[in-house]
């Protein structure tokens, strides 16, 4: 790096000169100074200064205090008044998937048949060379509840395996060959009925159509970690810790686990692995219940390090609405007799949080649907009362798009974090959503009742292909936005609103559930999250003050400097 020549300590006390210089350094002090620095901690929120030493701030305060840290030695850089924030957690994101989806096949979205028809047509038709068609997407409301039927595909497409996803990757849509290729037929079971499922006619003909678990383990077939893939997947990461992300939750990566574990530790290896990394295991099928804890344990053996730690068994729980697969309490207008349904039983979930906490292993859950949560939440609050007392672990339960009124206030006292992924709560009820659940549509990922009740509420991206990292939605400063208006980014202020407007989030909730609340749940709060003495020096220096510009030009917030672990890692200090 290249630096600036210091100038003596009185005359920079004198002038109010403050330089960039050596960073990285050993035994090196630097004290950031005429800052708005938001420390995420409560008892001090904002300073104006922060010195650290090396790898840890020593110093959080005002301007002169921090100059009693400072020797002929010392370094000091003056912020200038810009804002400055902890380092970031993404407390739930998919790298692994981002990374090996870079090359699937992209199509316009068109809710007509005929348009949508034409578009995979087109689609097909310009990639004769590929040896099968893997991609997306479609909307799930164009094919009503009995879903998209393989022989539209096999009218473009015979010869080619065809594998569509639909907008929420949550089903896939095959064609007859794909079918064939993997062995997949009509006396295949279905692994959770109304669940995961492999969609039949009324003769029992598969249709093409496969749902959660049983589309996961069908595109398995069909993805593979090569080295493209694996630069793939440092790039993202570079990505996401130029954004001021420094630490993640790898939320899963349904059965090719150990491949993208293997492949982010021989970057950690290689020196090339930006950010700290928290891996899961992805507990999706019902027979890997028994074996599930001691495969977090195989894998982290295997792979972990102090930046790699697999150390969460992540729980698919339940579906989602789009593919009427969430847990309901009530069954779906359009599809009567069905409730969807959840991968275990109340007292499995029970049974799994007693081992976890025996093996010191958190617990992360998908669930969607009212009755998913709910369960979790009794098994929760059965594990207290066998363990008398809270599990020794962090519980984590994401996306709660629909959660019933008296399940809000056991959060806070059963310590469950509440996690979000924020740039979902501007979009607004389609037709297909209001068809499954009625007025129940206008009352979705709602945080505001946690949050009056003092929860740990944390945000994340929750991005599963590199089409959602083009297109920004791993950006936390899109997410921030559109959590606290409620709107999506495109249309500014006169976007429509997702309901309820009350649940437009503040701008400093947003801010602690993606730095400290975040570090809560990967249970690093001691070391991570806060601008506070003692912790490691991550300071995300920021372009512009969030907290003070337009509601809708927040998106357009980025670093202008990331410091990790006292290291700049990305941009400049030279202000």
Known sequence: ????????????????????????????????????????????????????????IIYVGDDLGALTFVNPDSRIVDLKGKLVLPGLTDAHTHPGMVAVSHDFLQMEIAQE????????????????????????????????????????????????????????????????RALEVVGINRDTPDIIPGFSFYQRDESGDLTGWITESAMSIFVNNFLSITPTV????????????????????????????????????????????????????????????????????????????????IDTLKIFHDGVIETRTADMFDDYLDTPGNSGDSLFSEEQLHELIIGLSEEQINLHVHSVGDKSTNK???????????????????????????????????????????????????????????????????????????????AVITFSSDITSTQGWKDEQANPYYGIQIGHNRQPIEGGPNARYAPPRSERIRLDTLVYGYTINGARQLGRAHELGSIEVGKQADLVIMNQNLFDVNRYDVHKTKPEAVIMDGELVHGSLDF
């Open 230 to 309: 694996e630069d793939q997947l440092h790039d993202f990461l570079t990505y996401l810790r130029n954004l001021g992300v420094t630490t993640l939750l790898d939320a899963g990566n349904f059965g090719i686990d150990d491949e993208t574990y293997a492949a982010l530790s021989r970057l950690d290896k290689a020196g090339r692995l930006p950010i700290r990394y928290h891996g899961s295991f992805t507990l999706f099928l019902p027979q890997d219940y028994e074996t599930a804890i001691n495969q977090v344990k195989t894998l982290n053996k295997k792979y972990g390090s102090d930046r790699l730690r």
């Open 376 to 454: 979790i939440l009794n098994a929760v609050e059965r594990a207290h009362k066998t363990l008398e007392g809270p599990p020794p672990i962090q519980i984590a339960i994401c996306h709660l798009e629909t959660v019933l009124d008296t399940d809000f206030y056991r959060f806070k006292d059963l310590g469950v974090i509440a996690s979000f992924t924020p740039a979902w709560h501007g979009n607004v009820a389609d037709h297909n959503i209001i068809a499954a659940i009625g007025d129940k549509a206008l009352l979705q990922m709602r945080a505001q009742p946690m949050i009056a009740d003092d």
């Open 1 to 56: 790096m290249y630096f600036r020549k210091l100038i003596s300590l009185p005359i920079l006390i004198l002038f109010g000169i403050f330089n960039v210089t050596n960073i990285g350094a050993e035994d090196l002090t630097i004290a950031y100074t005429n800052a708005k620095i938001f420390t995420s901690n409560d008892q001090t929120p904002w300073v104006n200064a922060v010195v650290v030493k090396n790898d840890k």
């Open 113 to 176: 048949r005929d348009s949508l028809m034409q578009n995979i047509t087109d689609m097909i038709a310009v990639n004769s060379e590929r040896e099968f068609i893997l991609g997306g997407y479609w909307d799930n409301g164009t094919f009503g509840e009995s879903g998209p039927h393989k022989e539209d595909l096999d009218k473009i497409e015979s010869e080619r395996p065809v594998i569509l996803f639909d907008y929420w990757a949550h089903s896939i849509w095959t064609n007859s």
